[in-house]
């Protein structure tokens, strides 16, 4: 049996494929394809949770002798939720109600497939006072239009961030820490506790 067939990552996102690699975790990709509206009055721990589970529940229908980790980010400030900006013009609006104050990240991580669990985790982040051709510049370089809360804080929207307070990556949009927890709940071998030769 291909050793990748046993974990599968259930999200197209490129950032968190790489997080998951750098780890040394050999993984397929099959993303899910669902209907991500928030429902009304939806807080954003529970639409982040709701979909991660419902992306890994979708994937593993394909994959049930596997691990199928999923996950979704949703950046809110307040208690409303900051998606993906459609322009470079919402994307400057976006940063600009960013500028100079603490929002927070959530990321749902949900496993299906040989076992079931999943959680929320939270980080705080807090931007600097921005001017507006700085925030002009960053809306043009493209970088925010596939963010949640239009910036990447492992690119150049670092500049953007004064501070934070819990999980770096889970701003980037996996939390290591607490994805691997998870996994070894589950029951899920990792680099550190498979065989060595």
Do not use: C
């Amino acid at each position: 049996m291909d050793p990748t067939a046993r974990f599968v990552l259930a999200s197209a996102s490129p950032r968190r494929k790489d997080l998951l690699a750098q780890l040394g975790l050999r993984f397929t990709v099959a993303a899910a394809d669902i209907d991500e509206t928030p429902v009304a009055g939806e807080i954003a721990p529970d639409y982040v949770l709701r979909l991660a589970v419902e992306k890994a529940r979708t994937v593993a229908t394909r994959h049930p002798d596997a691990w199928v980790l999923a996950a979704d980010t949703t950046v809110a400030l307040g208690s409303e939720l900051l998606g993906k900006p459609r322009d470079a013009e919402e994307a400057r609006r976006m940063i600009a109600r960013l500028s100079g104050r603490v929002h927070e990240v959530f990321t749902g991580i949900a496993v299906a497939g040989r076992a079931r669990e999943a959680q929320v985790v939270r980080t705080q982040v807090t931007f600097r006072a921005l001017s507006p051709e700085e925030i002009a510049w960053y809306a043009d370089t493209g970088e925010p239009l596939d963010k949640a809360g239009a910036y990447a804080i492992q690119g150049k929207g670092g500049f953007l961030v004064q501070g934070i307070e819990g999980s770096h990556s889970n701003v980037v949009g996996l939390p290591l820490g607490e994805t691997l927890a998870l996994l070894g709940r589950v029951g899920m071998p990792l680099p550190w506790t498979e065989a060595r030769p």
